[in-house]
T-cell receptor, first 112, second 117 residues
Framework: GEDVEQSLFLSVREGDSSVINCTYTDSSSTYLYWYKQEPGAGLQLLTYIFSNMDMKQDQRLTVLLNKKDKHLSLRIADTQTGDSAIYFCAEYSGAGSYQLTFGKGTKLSVIP | DTEVTQTPKHLVMGMTNKKSLKCEQHMGHRAMYWYKQKAKKPPELMFVYSYEKLSINESVPSRFSPECPNSSLLNLHLHALQPEDSALYLC????????????????FGPGTRLTVT
């Protein structure tokens, strides 16, 4: 079955880069997403990557995809205290499906 | 506009009450979703509506009753809930996967924090 794994915690100093990792098992995944959730709030879509891409960059965010190893990462450059949140990786298997499979989320703590 | 709105923001209800959660989007999305999220867990899918028709019901107890009155609105009617139903209820919307216009990203509302006493 489908499974998405993430490490649960990450702590970085303000100004450093953060790298949040995710592994998935469904080889038919077509889109992979990163969502951010601040305390008491809904999920904010940060970025997505299509499975035929290796990298996507959007301002401070860089997504890397290693399809062979089914490994996805989100790099946040110049991490700020406002980046403290839970980050969810999610996969979507393709047309005809409505299901997003979420990882358990990585709690990012930024130390001032 | 990529906003999904939800009301109320907080709701406290007794086990004998009837209440409704509301969700609205104006992005022209034809797929709408209800999720339940417990603390420190990822969202769990409850229902999916596609073109105002119920497409997926993830074996949700009948005390939760969804309704999609039109393409912009989604309701969740609550009746005789249990304390374990206390959670954050999230609404989301996306393009419909049947329209074959990827990438089908789901946009989430801020959620309704429900407490059942």
């Amino acid at each position: 079955g489908e499974d998405v794994e993430q490490s649960l915690f990450l702590s970085v100093r303000e100004g450093d880069s953060s790298v949040i990792n995710c592994t998935y098992t469904d080889s038919s995944s077509t889109y992979l997403y990163w969502y951010k959730q601040e305390p008491g709030a809904g999920l904010q879509l940060l970025t997505y990557i299509f499975s035929n891409m290796d990298m996507k960059q959007d301002q401070r965010l860089t997504v890397l995809l290693n399809k062979k190893d089914k490994h996805l990462s989100l790099r946040i450059a110049d991490t700020q205290t406002g980046d403290s949140a839970i980050y969810f990786c999610a996969e979507y298997s393709g047309a005809g499906s409505y299901q997003l499979t979420f990882g358990k989320g990585t709690k990012l703590s930024v130390i001032p | 506009d990529t906003e999904v709105t939800q009301t109320p923001k907080h709701l406290v209800m007794g086990m004998t009450n009837k209440k409704s959660l509301k969700c609205e989007q104006h992005m022209g999305h034809r797929a709408m979703y209800w999720y339940k999220q417990k603390a420190k867990k990822p969202p769990e899918l409850m229902f999916v509506y596609s073109y105002e028709k119920l497409s997926i019901n993830e074996s949700v107890p009948s005390r939760f009753s969804p309704e999609c009155p039109n393409s912009s609105l989604l309701n969740l009617h609550l009746h005789a809930l249990q304390p374990e139903d206390s959670a954050l209820y999230l609404c989301a919307s996306s393009q419909d996967s049947g329209d074959r216009v990827p990438p089908y990203e789901q946009y989430f509302g801020p959620g309704t924090r429900l407490t059942v006493t």
